[in-house]
């Protein structure tokens, strides 16, 4: 009998608690711990950038604060994105033991239901590389994972909808032609799930 999987869904809430529950769950974890998976919306928008990223290499701290944008560090991987409510997280957190080996196939096991969730909306989703949800050749979930003391952990976020301004705007940029050029291969590299269906789905629905 496979073990069971805890479902916490926090709904909107607080930015802060869309990070602090689910590394709170894995530094805690042990065997004995049920496996979870962490739904949540943020109420305020703000940024968060990977482990092993350079804050101020990626984001412009003055832009931010002129913004209201709090700054985050995350304990995985992946690169600086900026979050609101109209993106849906999911944060898998699991025992190490309960998951593959190779950092290739739990992204694979993790992955499967939201790339499922999105054929059932009709969408063209597929998993490529190693962990980047795309529908029509184009990035509509950002993901990021790694080891917190006993859990593995992935993460990530279906975009409803998304602030490419805001985006753009926080960045740290030698020049404006350069954000400019940055911006337009982010719409070019970017969708969401109200560009792609024809009717907006809701959060509840996903």
Known sequence: MPPVIRLLVLGTTHWLRTQSVYHALAETMTAESP???????????????????????VLDRRACARMSLPIARRRVGGGATYLDVNQLFYQCVFHHSRVPAVVSGVYAKML???????????LNAELRGENEIEVNGKRIAGTGGGRIGEA???????LFDFDYNAMTRAWRAPSESFRRLASAALRDRITTLWAELPRAVSPDEM
């Open 35 to 57: 496996d979870t998976i962490i739904l949540a919306q943020p109420l305020q928008p703000y940024l968060c950038i990977g482990y092993h990223q350079e804050l101020a290499s």
């Open 112 to 122: 499967a239901a939201p790339i499922a969730t999105l054929k059932t909306l009709g």
């Open 152 to 158: 593995a952990v992935v993460v990530g976020n279906i």
